[in-house]
């Protein structure tokens, strides 16, 4: 099992958003979470992948609990985040912005670069390595954030609203995109989203509501 949530409670002041979630995610599995603003979507899907920590309740990614020692080891080996927000680095070059997160993790290495040329060419920016970032529309900005959420081969895509600042050409190109390339490379996927047709493309489909995740009957 790739993810496995069990009992997930979170706590504002005065708000008890999550209410005891449950979810197990298997290897090369599309999940869509779709609810109302506001219900904690993206509460738990920063839960999910590491980035908050729940008021209660525990969390195991590929068999590894978190703990403070580990947590960021695991989120940068298993985990690959794609925001609505493309969070590029405007003046760094696509290449450069695909590396990114195994410099940060000292890892970058002449075979990365090679692969980080090889995502490119898989989401159709082939011999742009060297563009700046600020050169880039909003669909090909998000094209390379998904080059970057795969650049260190993760087990887990977490993507929130990835297509929800784009048109619907772009955002239907991003939507297939995301989904083979998450199918060819066995990566399990959960997206937030409130793009209907998007989500029902998933192999399965939740809804938030009221702290709690509820199966869709489709």
Same mark, same amino acid.
């Given at each position: 099992?790739?993810?496995?949530?069990?009992?997930?409670?979170?706590?504002?002041?005065?708000?008890?958003?999550?209410?005891?979630?449950?979810?197990?995610?298997?290897?090369?599995?599309?999940?869509?979470?779709?609810?109302?603003?506001?219900?904690?979507?993206?509460?738990?899907?920063?839960?999910?992948?590491?980035?908050?920590?729940?008021?209660?309740?525990?969390?195991?990614?590929?068999?590894?609990?978190?703990?403070?020692?580990?947590?960021?080891?695991?989120?940068?080996?298993?985990?690959?985040?794609?925001?609505?927000?493309?969070?590029?680095?405007?003046?760094?070059?696509?290449?450069?912005?695909? %590396?990114?997160?195994?410099?940060?993790? +000292? =890892? !970058?290495?002449?075979? $990365?670069?090679? @692969?980080?040329?090889? &995502?490119?060419? *898989?989401?159709?920016?082939?011999?742009?390595?060297?563009?700046?970032?600020?050169? %880039?529309?909003?669909?090909?900005?998000? +094209? =390379? !954030?998904?080059?970057? $959420?795969?650049? @260190?081969?993760?087990? &887990?895509?977490? *993507?929130?609203?990835?297509?929800?600042?784009?048109?619907?050409?772009?955002?239907?190109?991003?939507?297939?995109?995301?989904?083979?390339? !998450?199918?060819?490379?066995?990566?399990?996927?959960?997206?937030?989203?409130?793009?209907?047709?998007?989500?029902?493309?998933?192999?399965?489909?939740?809804?938030?509501?009221?702290?709690?995740?509820?199966?869709?009957?489709?």
């Amino acid at each position: 099992m790739i993810l496995e949530a069990k009992e997930i409670h979170k706590t504002f002041p005065n708000v008890h958003i999550l209410q005891g979630v449950s979810l197990q995610v298997k290897k090369g599995e599309t999940l869509a979470i779709m609810g109302k603003s506001g219900e904690g979507k993206s509460t738990l899907l920063h839960i999910l992948g590491t980035l908050d920590s729940p008021t209660s309740g525990t969390i195991r990614i590929c068999g590894k609990t978190p703990e403070p020692t580990s947590v960021a080891s695991i989120r940068n080996q298993h985990i690959g985040f794609i925001f609505q927000a493309y969070h590029l680095l405007e003046d760094f070059t696509l290449l450069e912005n695909i %590396l990114m997160p195994l410099k940060i993790g +000292r =890892v !970058a290495s002449l075979d $990365a670069q090679k @692969h980080a040329s090889t &995502l490119l060419h *898989a989401v159709g920016l082939k011999g742009k390595e060297e563009i700046l970032a600020k050169f %880039l529309s909003g669909g090909e900005k998000q +094209r =390379v !954030a998904i080059a970057r $959420a795969l650049i @260190h081969k993760p087990d &887990l895509i977490l *993507a929130d609203e990835p297509t929800g600042n784009l048109d619907q050409m772009h955002s239907l190109e991003i939507q297939r995109l995301l989904l083979s390339m !998450a199918k060819e490379s066995s990566t399990a996927l959960i997206v937030v989203t409130h793009d209907e047709e998007f989500a029902h493309q998933c192999d399965r489909l939740l809804f938030l509501k009221e702290g709690q995740l509820y199966t869709s009957n489709r």
